[in-house]
T-cell receptor, first 110, second 115 residues
Framework: GQSLEQPSEVTAVEGAIVQINCTYQ??????LSWYQQHDGGAPTFLSY????GLEETGRFSSFLSRSDSYGYLLLQELQMKDSASYFC???????????FGQGTELSVKP | EPEVTQTPSHQVTQMGQEVILRCVPI?????FYWYRQILGQKVEFLVS????????KSEIFDDQFSVERPDGSNFTLKIRSTKLEDSAMYFC?????????????FGPGTRLTVT
């Protein structure tokens, strides 16, 4: 079967750094994406890793290790507006279908 | 900034009725998708569409579902005879490529409530 595992919830304080892990088991692998979702709204693309290593975009970074079937999203200098659900998603074939994890609800406290 | 739009934002229908959910993908995008999210659960893939045909569909996308791109801008999802368990948020998404710099843009969703 296809499965992605990520923590259900994480709590951190403003200004801190938080890491959300994702392990996956899928029949194919073309890349790992991260999406942010506020209150059931549209998932918003954050990052995509097709190759091993770290990708940095502003306060957000994403890491992938294909040999470990593992990735993480790193959020730095947390702000209140970062409180949202974060989903990892595997693209398992060339066609682009995304298989989503259950999501991690991040709560940022003052 | 270009965005994916969806109509209606909320649709209430009775069990057994047909519904059509509409999406306008980003204009130069080539790949189109429908996903759904039951309240409090993960986003689930339904179908992908490229070059005017379905390229992949999930087990959820049975004979009651169909997709169409009737003109150069709209992309629709039809459910022929809705069931209670079809109640969910339905998201349309589009992408320019399926290549390495891969990003899907999601619309705001249509909340479907089947009573």
């Amino acid at each position: 079967g296809q499965s992605l595992e990520q923590p259900s919830e994480v709590t951190a304080v403003e200004g801190a750094i938080v890491q959300i892990n994702c392990t996956y088991q899928t029949s194919g692998f073309y890349g790992l994406s991260w999406y942010q979702q506020h209150d059931g709204g549209a998932p918003t693309f954050l990052s995509y890793n097709a190759l091993d290593g770290l990708e940095e975009t502003g306060r957000f970074s994403s890491f992938l290790s294909r040999s470990d079937s593992y990735g993480y999203l790193l959020l730095q200098e947390l702000q209140m507006k970062d409180s949202a659900s974060y989903f990892c998603a595997v693209r398992d074939n060339q066609g682009g279908k995304l298989i989503f994890g259950q999501g991690t609800e991040l709560s940022v406290k003052p | 900034e270009p965005e994916v739009t969806q109509t209606p934002s909320h649709q209430v229908t009775q069990m057994g009725q047909e519904v059509i959910l509409r999406c306008v993908p980003i204009s130069n995008h080539l790949y189109f998708y429908w996903y759904r999210q039951i309240l409090g659960q993960k986003v689930e893939f339904l179908v992908s569409f490229y070059n005017n045909e379905i390229s992949e569909k999930s087990e959820i996308f049975d004979d009651q579902f169909s997709v169409e791109r009737p003109d150069g801008s709209n992309f629709t999802l039809k459910i022929r005879s809705t069931k209670l368990e079809d109640s969910a948020m339905y998201f349309c998404a589009s992408s320019l490529t399926s290549g390495r710099t891969y990003e899907q843009y999601f619309g705001p969703g249509t909340r479907l409530t089947v009573t």
